[in-house]
């Protein structure tokens, strides 16, 4: 599997500096953020649907945010939520760098409750990255406002292997969310769902009605 990866990012293009420079901030501070190679999937998805009507659930500091800022359209806009002010401000300082600043709208509330009340339909794509218990509700949510094709894209439904484990009495309350939203996700009547080990594992819906 490392053998996998190395080729592959060897052969890759060198991420954009500014990505870059943000990958090795979030790591420096110990900030979750998705991996490249699901960054990678996230603009190659953009790019193939011309997605210009994005949200995300889960900006911390908007490192996935700005790969799919990056891939969309000159007409796109992303609204990205997330309630830790300290981590959007310096994602808003990446993409005022980036030239994406005007792209880009930074919703400081609780993620339900901007879900219960936004007001926008027929969105290409939301993409899941929060906490982890609330995936089925975001879920749940998101479809509704999504259009028809449109796709729900989930981080972390492997969760470094924790889900694939045996159950055990040990297991977080994250992990035990995740196993049951996975079973979820995948059987939900409204999608036509999939899980590729890209990443922690990302879940890929396509919304069919």
Known sequence: ??????YLESVHPAPDPLLLELERRGHADGIPIVSRETGRLLAT?????QANRILEIGTAYGYS???MALAQPPVGTIWTVDIDRKRTDIARS???RAGEAESIEVINQP??????SFPHRNLDIVFIDADKVGYRSYLDLAIPRLKRSGLV???NCL???????APS????????ALRAFNEYFLSHPDLDATIVPVGDGTGIGARVR
């Open 153 to 155: 894209v989930v981080d």
């Open 159 to 165: 969760w470094s292997g924790r889900v694939a484990a």
């Open 169 to 176: 009495r040990d297991d977080s309350e994250d992990t035990i």
């Open 45 to 49: 998805l953009v790019r193939a649907m």
């Open 111 to 116: 993620a339900l409750e901007v879900l219960e």
């Open 65 to 67: 945010t700005l790969w």
């Open 1 to 6: 599997m490392k053998e996998n990866l190395a």
């Open 94 to 96: 990446f993409f005022e």
